[in-house]
């Protein structure tokens, strides 16, 4: 399983934080909200372009450009063709996004990635061998973390509204701490020294975070609060699924070293880029022209 590599304490944290999180906005997010989010079909499919077919060119086309090495240009390839990081939520509310639509975007990436992603892989990649993953068990444990505490919140708030409200406050505080002792927990464990990688290697790590912000927003429709959600939910790469990939299987340090960089950038840049459009106005943000969503 993706979690094997983890220490028991950080799994512990992180199954706390995951579930914690998920229990707070279910809370204060109506399923049917969810549910009618999601039943936007013209936003799913500009979403799953974004993470499934542009964001994996752009994997593609910079290390060529960088004239990154190729076992760093293999660990590009493994981050760009996995979408569907947990963490997105937490950025999401940061930035102040639509959480209906970033719970449900992220629920449906994080599955289709335990399937596509080995395949997208080795579609581009012919040369590499085929990736096994553990899917149905990947799969279970996707269901349990995000499934569980969302149907325990709506339930309190379908019957126990009094309860919920007492409840929405602690728990968001309480997966803020969560999120902070996971992040400094995780710090401690990136021992690989990434500056190895050189300033062209972190320069294209940076440069990838930022074009994905912008394809994200652009295919985010009118509406600000999902062009914010599609676009940290499209930069925030599923890292779990690269490490797990790579500690099956014989790939080259500078490769595990790739990811390392990715995993110690992603969680601040995105962080940064949060806090900054949380801070923008409806009229500050760029705007399309505004179409019909189900195109």
Same mark, same amino acid.
């Given at each position: 399983?993706?979690?094997?590599?983890?220490?028991?304490?950080?799994?512990?944290?992180?199954?706390?934080?995951?579930?914690?999180?998920?229990?707070?906005?279910?809370?204060?997010?109506?399923?049917?909200?969810?549910?009618?989010?999601?039943?936007?079909?013209?936003?799913?499919? +500009?979403?799953?372009?974004?993470?499934?077919?542009?964001?994996?060119?752009?994997?593609? @086309?910079?290390?060529?450009?960088?004239?990154?090495?190729?076992?760093?240009?293999?660990?590009?390839?493994?981050?760009?063709?996995?979408?569907?990081?947990?963490?997105?939520?937490?950025?999401?509310?940061?930035?102040?996004?639509? @959480?209906?639509?970033?719970?449900?975007?992220?629920?449906?990436?994080?599955?289709?990635?335990?399937?596509?992603?080995?395949?997208?892989?080795? @579609?581009?990649?012919?040369?590499?061998?085929?990736?096994?993953?553990?899917?149905?068990?990947?799969? &279970?444990?996707? @269901?349990?973390?995000?499934?569980?505490?969302?149907?325990?919140?709506?339930?309190?708030?379908?019957? &126990?509204?009094?309860?919920?409200?007492?409840?929405?406050?602690?728990?968001?505080?309480?997966?803020?701490?969560?999120?902070?002792?996971?992040?400094?927990?995780?710090?401690?464990?990136?021992?690989?020294?990434?500056?190895?990688?050189?300033?062209?290697?972190?320069?294209?790590?940076?440069?990838?975070?930022?074009?994905?912000?912008g394809i994200g927003w652009q295919l985010g429709g009118p509406e600000p609060s999902?062009?914010k959600v599609l676009a940290i939910s499209t930069s925030m790469r599923n890292v779990?699924?690269?490490?797990?990939?790579?500690?099956?299987?014989?790939?080259?340090?500078?490769?595990?070293?790739?990811?390392?960089?990715?995993?110690?950038?992603?969680?601040?840049?995105?962080?940064?880029?949060?806090?900054?459009?949380?801070?923008?106005?409806?009229?500050? &943000?760029? +705007?399309?022209?505004?179409?019909?969503?189900?195109?």
């Open positions: 399983m993706m979690l094997n590599i983890l220490p028991t304490s950080v799994k512990i944290i992180s199954f706390l934080f995951i579930f914690t999180f998920l229990f707070s906005v279910a809370l204060e997010q109506p399923r049917k909200q969810i549910l009618v989010t999601m039943s936007d079909y013209g936003l799913i499919r +500009r979403s799953l372009l974004a993470n499934f077919v542009l964001v994996p060119l752009v994997g593609i @086309l910079l290390p060529w450009l960088f004239k990154l090495p190729p076992e760093i240009a293999l660990g590009f390839l493994f981050v760009a063709a996995a979408p569907g990081s947990l963490l997105a939520l937490h950025f999401t509310r940061v930035s102040k996004g639509n @959480l209906a639509y970033a719970i449900g975007l992220v629920f449906l990436l994080s599955l289709l990635s335990v399937v596509f992603t080995p395949i997208l892989i080795h @579609l581009i990649s012919p040369n590499i061998a085929s990736i096994n993953l553990p899917v149905l068990p990947i799969i &279970l444990l996707l @269901l349990l973390l995000i499934t569980f505490p969302l149907l325990v919140g709506q339930a309190i708030q379908h019957w &126990l509204e009094p309860v919920a409200q007492k409840l929405r406050k602690p728990t968001n505080v309480l997966s803020i701490l969560l999120f902070i002792a996971l992040t400094i927990l995780t710090s401690t464990l990136k021992s690989s020294n990434i500056q190895a990688l050189g300033w062209n290697g972190l320069a294209a790590i940076a440069s990838f975070i930022a074009i994905s912000w999902n062009r779990a699924i690269c490490q797990a990939i790579t500690s099956g299987e014989s790939f080259g340090k500078d490769t595990e070293l790739a990811i390392a960089g990715f995993s110690q950038l992603l969680a601040p840049m995105n962080l940064l880029f949060a806090i900054v459009i949380s801070r923008m106005s409806y009229g500050q &943000l760029p +705007r399309l022209n505004r179409q019909p969503s189900n195109e």
